[in-house]
């Protein structure tokens, strides 16, 4: 990982459900990790699992989920917040898991690998620890949609790249891409007008956070949303899962579902 990365934070790339600005980020989240639940069962590894949403998330789908994020700032916050499920947390790293070899029914890794220098690393570590067969739901942006400078992304991948990165040990079954629709939209801007508000009040918790008595709600309340938007539009070879189907390249994210060789 690179240095001063801390997923689940403030000042990294995690999605943190109690700070209005990420909302957006929040929901794109959730919606994966919905999807992902279609897939998962017995032991799944979340594999950087940064504040917890998503591995009680899984656990709500039926997973026995263990989930393991680098920040041990982030871990503290999953365990307080997103216990639902008994999801199982851990400080670690995920290029080196130190589990014993097929151990594992499934794995989730959304936003990781781009922030691995040894990505190819990462994915045989994956493989090492996945039973023959078991599916890997893994996600990363799309490079030709991403704005800004990304300090803490070692590597980008367009999507064939990504699944090449993959294909010496796991199958694609099904790729997906992501889109933030207009309800997430709504949702940022009516977030940036409680975020003004805060602000002009002078918030001693900073201007952007939800207020502490607040917070439990709130992780609680999102974690529940079923929005079914940001869409996931799916496509397995070249049928269409969906009746609406991008341009796949058009994506904000790219999630495959591969199965282990």
């Given at each position: ?23 957006s ?18 032991l799944?590894?979340?594999a ?12 709500r ?6 989930a ?28 080196r ?25 990462f994915?045989?570590e994956?493989?090492?620890v996945?039973?023959?067969?078991a ?22 991948f ?10 010496p ?20 801007q009516?977030a ?23 917070e ?17 539009h ?12 991008r ?8 999630v ?6």
């Open positions: 990982m690179p240095a001063g990365y801390a997923p689940g934070t403030s000042s990294g790339e995690g999605a943190l459900p109690h700070y209005l600005s990420k909302y980020r929040f929901l794109t989240h959730v919606a994966r990790y919905e999807f992902a639940g279609r897939f998962v069962s017995g799944c590894l979340d950087g699992c940064g504040t917890g949403y998503g591995a009680a998330l899984l656990a789908a039926g997973a026995r989920v263990c393991i994020g680098i920040s041990p700032h982030a871990i503290q916050y999953a365990t307080r917040y997103f216990s639902q499920g008994h999801p199982h947390y851990l400080v670690g790293d995920v290029a898991l130190g589990f014993q070899g097929l151990c594992l029914d499934a794995v989730v890794a959304f936003e990781v690998i781009e922030h691995v220098s040894d990505y190819t690393g994915v045989a994956l493989a090492r996945c039973h023959v067969g599916p890997l739901v893994i996600s990363r942006p799309n490079r030709l949609k991403s704005q800004g400078n990304h300090p803490f992304r070692v590597v980008e367009s999507l064939d790249e990504f699944r090449n990165a993959l294909e040990y796991f199958e694609t079954v099904l790729v997906a891409g992501q889109f933030v629709g207009r309800r997430t939209q709504r949702l940022e009516a940036g007008l409680v975020s003004r508000l805060m602000r002009g009040l002078g918030r001693p918790m900073g201007p952007d956070r939800v207020p502490p008595v607040l439990r709600k709130v992780a609680i309340g999102l974690v529940g949303l079923l929005s079914g938007d940001p869409g996931l799916c496509v397995r070879g070249e049928v269409a899962v969906r009746r609406e189907i341009r796949m390249e058009d994506a904000h994210f790219f495959i579902v591969a199965g282990r060789r």
